[in-house]
């Protein structure tokens, strides 16, 4: 009994481990009917036989370890780079996927204490479940909502332009339906099964007669020239710059060299997160020498940089998107709003100061929130650009990124060399697809050590910079976007399906479904 028991717990970590693969750069959603299919059989089945609470939990737990610890055990490169951190690399690697293995362990607990009746209330409980949790820690302590279920579906472009109506959260619930289907009719008792097996067969036709038209709709539409041309830059300069105080003016040149000025064009340059090391946004006015040689008054060059601010005999730093003309004045600025938990704040920072605690993080000073989300306007003579920048992690966020939508395209910055040659730059990337989809908006990205690319709102890729190389790629025209039925009511669309969840839930909870 007890080593079919170890079997079991052992089953679950390896169908958690086997979902990995569905997400980018692998892709292999195919997988996910039969792990998630199992995962879900195996609850059902385990629901009349199993009475232990802490047991079920402990289920869902293993898959979710399973699942986090395959998919984000890159997160650990980037405590290589300084040998004061390398500690806690172990930790790291078996923390982190502990602690996200707890939103799962809740779904299958959650599954138990509720103890729907039959399959089909079980199908529709479970994913409304999984679905909701999957919400909850996009939210949790500023929400980590990385590797959705759903992003298995990244380059399925046709599936995923839906996502403009309905938004992300609403689709990846959807796909755990999709998911579990198998497993309903192989388990079913009754036509009623069959019934819903074919409704949720339909369903991507339906999506894929919408994304049609949201071509036709798209196709349709003239270009429009923006009032200055778009380089951005996709870098593959090495993060050794960051140990080297020699290498500021090294790196000025080099971004220089790659961004080719034309003086007699009107360009804005755009250069990647945190791509000048050792300098904070004061003192680029030091090598206004160098710009002024290199770019004159029709040029602009955006980049990501440190802020620092003098408060009261302290100071407070700010991971910042700047744009400078070619004198180094700053012309506008955007302070960074979400942050990423334990890479550019340390969660609790002031409880673990009160209790002696920080010391072992060796002092990490946190950055500064910034407060608001802004457009950022950009004009030439007549002409008008706007724009949202966001800075690397933010783009992982769906939903209600900014209440004016007033703009002409997402501006995403990042530096992806933190996490080597992993999977991880490419599952972050993914995110800029579903943006661009959900806004109806183009992704302009510009990276370092990662994928620069332009996504138009179809969440096609227009022109690219792969992973490794080193160049630029213009924007000069774009195809002005309508905001999106999404852009306008975000994630009420997602409780509104959650309601409707809740209904087929109790329509079909019945022991017999009279």
Known sequence: MKKNYIIELLVLFVLGCLTSISL????????????FSIFFSFLFKKLDNQKNKITYFLYGWLFGFGYFLSNLYWITISLTFDENFSFLIPLALILIPSFLGI??????????????????????????????????????LTGF????????????????????????????????????LPSIFILRKTKKEIFVCIVFILIPVLFFSYSNFQKIKFNSKDFVQIPYTLRILGTNISLDRFYDNSQTEKVINELILISSPDKSKKTFFLWPEGIIPNIYRDDMILYKEIFNKSFNQDHLIGLGITHRESENQDYKYYNSFSIFNNNLDLISNYNKNNLVPFGEFLPFENILNKIG??????????????????????????????????????????????????????????????????????????H?????????????????NGMTAIINPLGQIEKKIDYGETGFIDLEFIKKNEKTFFSTYGNKIFILLILIYIFMYFSFNRPSYE
Request: glycine letters at 6%; charged letters at 15%.
């Open 145 to 180: 909502p990385w590797n959705l279920i759903v992003f298995s579906f990244s380059e399925n472009l046709n599936f995923l332009n839906i996502l403009s109506l309905i938004g992300t959260y609403s689709l990846n619930l959807i796909v755990i339906s999709f998911f579990i």
């Open 24 to 35: 980018p750069p692998f892709n292999l959603f195919i997988i996910n009917f039969f792990t």
């Open 432 to 448: 800029s697809i579903f943006r661009a989809i959900e806004t109806g908006k183009y992704v302009v990205r510009s990276s370092n």
């Open 103 to 140: 939103f799962y362990g809740l779904i299958s607990l959650l599954f138990k204490l509720i103890n729907p009746k039959n399959i089909l209330s079980a199908f529709f409980i479970f994913s409304l479940l999984f679905g909701f949790i999957e919400y909850i820690r996009g939210i949790t």
């Open 357 to 430: 605690l920080k010391t072992i993080t060796n002092n990490f000073g946190s950055f500064n929130r910034g407060l608001n989300r802004k457009i950022i306007e950009i004009k030439n003579n007549n002409k008008v650009m706007n724009f949202l920048p966001l800075i690397c992690y933010e783009i992982i966020y769906s939903g209600n990124l900014t209440k004016n939508y007033d703009f002409d395209f997402i501006l995403n910055i990042s530096e992806d060399g933190w996490f080597g040659k992993s999977v991880g730059p490419k599952q972050h990337f993914a």
